[in-house]
């Protein structure tokens, strides 16, 4: 695979988009990370899969695409069609019931995902590093805050506000993260993508990218950022 503005703006990118662009984010998340063949990855929260797909063309890799809102049949429709139903096996399985062995996988990577789930204490130690190799590496890419809203929501934002949303920021997430010893953080900060896999998904004719419209005007890029950490398992 081309990692290249044509495939950042494809047809595929656009109609299966549930969020920010995540071929933007999980390109910048893996630059300068040498990924080998064969190895196993575990794509948590991979939504219509386009990170899969991502990982099995460009690494050669077996990756595990899990998720809770899209059914396993409908992703491996669309991985069939792209020639991966060898390297891509789709999972329909929620995060805190993942069907996997323990000390399965050498990677752990979850875009636009991970803060629906991750924010509660005990996660990470309960129902994720069990399933990593000793030195597994974690990727994480997600919306986030440039500063926490501390005094509260800002006025502007307050119309399209969610309690779930659980945006954060950098520091937010390695303070968090950081709470499992068994964890090394590698590195956590601000994804330079985050405007062009915004303005990606606003362009696009999903019904929530057309809600998110107004949010995002609203932010007028003053408080949103997306967040990237890099994470290694240790004993």
């Not at 019931?97 to 991970?114: E, H, K, M, T």
């Not at 399933?131 to 119309?159: R, T, W, Y």
């Not at 920021?169 to 985050?194: D, F, P, R, Y």
């Amino acid at each position: 695979m081309i990692v290249d503005e044509e495939l950042f703006t494809s047809e595929l990118a656009k109609t299966c988009m549930m969020g920010p662009n995540s071929f933007r984010i999980i390109d910048e998340l893996l630059q300068d990370t040498k990924i080998k063949e064969g190895l196993r990855v575990l794509d948590l929260g991979c939504g219509r899969g386009l990170t899969s797909i991502y990982l099995a063309k460009k690494y050669d890799v077996t990756v595990f695409a899990t998720d809770l809102w899209i059914t396993a049949t409908e992703n491996y429709e669309r991985f069939k069609s792209l020639g991966l139903e060898d390297r891509i096996i789709p999972i329909h399985a929620d995060a805190h019931n993942l069907p996997f062995a323990d000390g399965y996988f050498d990677i752990v990577v979850s875009v636009d995902a991970y803060h629906y789930f991750g924010t509660e204490d005990g996660y990470l130690h309960k129902y994720l590093l069990p399933l990593m190799k000793a030195d597994g590496l974690l990727f994480i890419g997600i919306p986030g805050l440039k500063q926490e809203f501390n005094d509260g929501v800002p006025k502007e934002l307050e119309p399209y506000w969610q309690s779930d949303m659980n945006f954060h920021t950098c520091e937010w997430w390695a303070n968090h993260l950081t709470q499992e010893k068994s964890l090394v953080i590698l590195g956590c900060s601000q994804l330079a993508c985050m405007k062009k896999a915004w303005n990606d998904w606003l362009a696009c004719e999903n019904e929530y990218a057309v809600e998110d419209r107004a949010m995002m005007k609203a932010e007028g890029g003053k408080y949103f950022n997306i967040v990237g950490v890099k994470a290694k398992k240790c004993l």
